[in-house]
């Protein structure tokens, strides 16, 4: 028998190349399991996945959780825009947590230059013209305490000041 190269007796997918994907999907599955339950909670999901979603986050043994996921993974398999559109919701999330992570380090930064003697004039400046409806006045008062006296209340205080004006501004 010859074999010609042109007409190959399979059409599809390799062998390695399915085992890839199945791996994708388990570890889909396995970061579904370990999202917080409000970040689930906006998503729009099949009874069956979200009963075996939730089985899976409840199991406990390191063994049974894993073939809790290795079933869940099975089922979103048979479901290939199921799992496209999980992909794209973690892809959103991640990027929705990259962007609260950045605001954070940016607010502390803010804050930090507030509570720094030597920086406050310049970083109190900077904030108002960033967030224009931030209290720059209570923001002085809440740093010349701290300036003085060194009062941990009016570190939290100030913080609390810059989220609020971030999350007004974003609104």
């Given at each position: ?5 042109e ?23 396995n ?10 909670a ?11 979603l939730e ?7 390191h ?6 996921i ?7 398999r ?7 559109e999980?992909?794209a919701?973690?892809?959103g ?24 003697a030597?920086?406050f004039?310049?970083t109190?400046r900077l904030?108002?013209e960033q ?6 006045d209570?923001?002085?008062?809440l740093?010349h ?27």
């Amino acid at each position: 028998m010859t074999f010609d190269h042109e007409e190959s007796p399979y059409s599809g997918p390799s062998k390695s190349a399915r085992k890839r994907a199945a791996k994708a999907v388990e570890e889909l599955a396995n970061e579904l399991v370990t999202l917080p339950k409000a970040r689930l909670a906006g998503m729009e999901l099949p009874a069956d996945i979200r009963k075996e979603l939730e089985l899976a986050r409840g199991t406990r043994g390191h063994g049974s959780r894993k073939r809790q996921i290795k079933h869940l993974a099975g089922l979103l398999r048979k479901d290939e825009d199921m799992v496209e559109e999980l992909n794209a919701f973690l892809a959103g999330s991640h990027e929705q947590q990259y962007e609260e992570k950045k605001l954070f380090h940016q607010l502390e930064s803010l804050r930090d230059g507030l509570c720094d003697a030597a920086s406050f004039e310049t970083t109190l400046r900077l904030v108002q013209e960033q967030f224009p409806s931030v209290d720059a006045d209570a923001l002085s008062q809440l740093a010349h305490r701290l300036h003085s006296n060194q009062d941990r209340h009016a570190f939290r205080e100030i913080f609390r000041i810059l989220k609020a004006a971030a999350s007004e501004q974003s609104a």
